[in-house]
Every structure is written in structure tokens, then in C-alpha cells.
């Protein structure tokens, strides 16, 4: 029997991971349900499923490594993990591979998947998630400010100035008289 056919139905799989999740915000850790639903995503082939229980488990994985990374004990722990992340982030990559039709999910993943990009450490994945994300600053305040912190990763330091926040623009300006009185 291979892995793919032990994957649950797609309702079975969504209420796990967000019960799985509920646990892992309020614990910092995984139950019994969390374990299994990180071994389904592991084995999840992207195509076969729906962009809601796609952006969900790509959701879940960046959830699940920061927490482990946060809750980590000892330097066996973070050695542990730092053997998986990468993967597991290379397949919330894949699974946020799709088109997305839905504005706010379009949005959603941009984000997710430049995040994504920069705990990969992958240059390429993050320059081209940065350039999406800037295109947007204009009309949304939350893609101006990631992709103002994201910038000076990729020495983009024009984009930078262009997505500085209008407030940020402000009290910056006010610290500079400050400063230089």
C-alpha cells in the first residue's frame, strides 16, 4: 500500500489540522493528531488536493517549525529540527503552487511563500516573492511594510524608501530633526 493511499478524505484531513492546531497554539507542542497530520502533509501530493486544504497545510508547517523552534530545550532538539525544516518547508512551497483564484488566498500565499522563502534561505524564491508582494504595497498597507523589512535582505534599497509606510515616512522624519538638533 503506498503513503498516498493512507492520506485521509480532504474534511477528515482539514478538521485534524485545525485541531492539530488549536493544540499547538495553546500547548506549543503537538498531540497525538498533530504528529499524524505532520506525517500527511509530508506525504501530500499537492495536485490531489484543494487550494483550501493546500494553503492550509502549507498554514500548518510554518506554524508547527516556529513554535518547535520557540519551545526547542536543548541543542539536540534544535539539531533535530533543523534536519527536517527544510523539507518540510520545500513542500509547503509546492504546496502553495497553484493559482489561486480567491483575492485575499492570493494575497495569503504571497505572503506565506516569501516567508517561506526566507527561512529556506533561498535568494532566487525570495526576490521573486518580494517583487509580488512590493507590487502591492501601494494598495495594501500589510504587503508595504513586509516588503519593507524584506527589501534590505535584497539590497533593494529604492523599494525600500518607495514602501516605507506614509507613517513610518512621518516618525522617521520626526527622528531625524530629533537627532540632528
Not at 509546492?94 to 517561506?116: A, C, H, Y
Not at 502591492?136 to 535582505?153: D, S
Request: aromatic residues 8%; hydrophobic residues 40%; contains cysteine.
Amino acid at each position: 500500500m503506498s503513503k498516498w493511499s493512507q492520506l485521509p478524505e480532504e474534511d477528515e484531513f482539514r478538521s485534524s489540522i485545525g485541531q492539530s492546531l488549536q493544540h499547538l497554539t495553546n500547548h506549543g507542542s503537538l498531540d497525538t493528531t498533530g504528529h499524524q497530520v505532520l506525517q500527511w502533509i509530508r506525504f501530500m501530493e499537492p495536485t490531489k488536493f484543494s487550494n483550501d486544504l493546500r494553503l492550509e497545510a502549507a498554514q500548518w508547517i510554518v506554524m508547527y517549525h516556529t513554535v518547535s523552534a520557540m519551545t526547542a530545550k536543548s541543542e539536540a532538539e534544535i539539531l533535530a529540527l533543523q534536519r527536517v525544516v527544510k523539507p518540510d518547508y520545500a513542500q509547503a512551497w509546492d504546496l502553495l503552487d497553484t493559482e489561486f483564484t480567491v483575492e485575499m488566498q492570493k494575497i495569503t500565499v504571497e505572503m506565506i511563500r516569501l516567508d517561506i522563502a526566507q527561512r529556506l534561505e533561498d535568494v532566487d524564491k525570495l526576490s521573486s516573492m518580494f517583487n509580488l508582494v512590493a507590487a502591492r504595497a501601494e494598495a495594501n498597507p500589510q504587503a508595504a511594510l513586509v516588503a519593507y523589512t524584506i527589501a534590505p535582505m535584497l539590497g533593494e534599497w529604492k523599494q525600500m524608501k518607495n514602501c516605507a509606510p506614509s507613517s513610518m515616512t512621518k516618525a522617521s522624519q520626526e527622528n531625524w530633526k530629533k537627532w540632528h538638533k
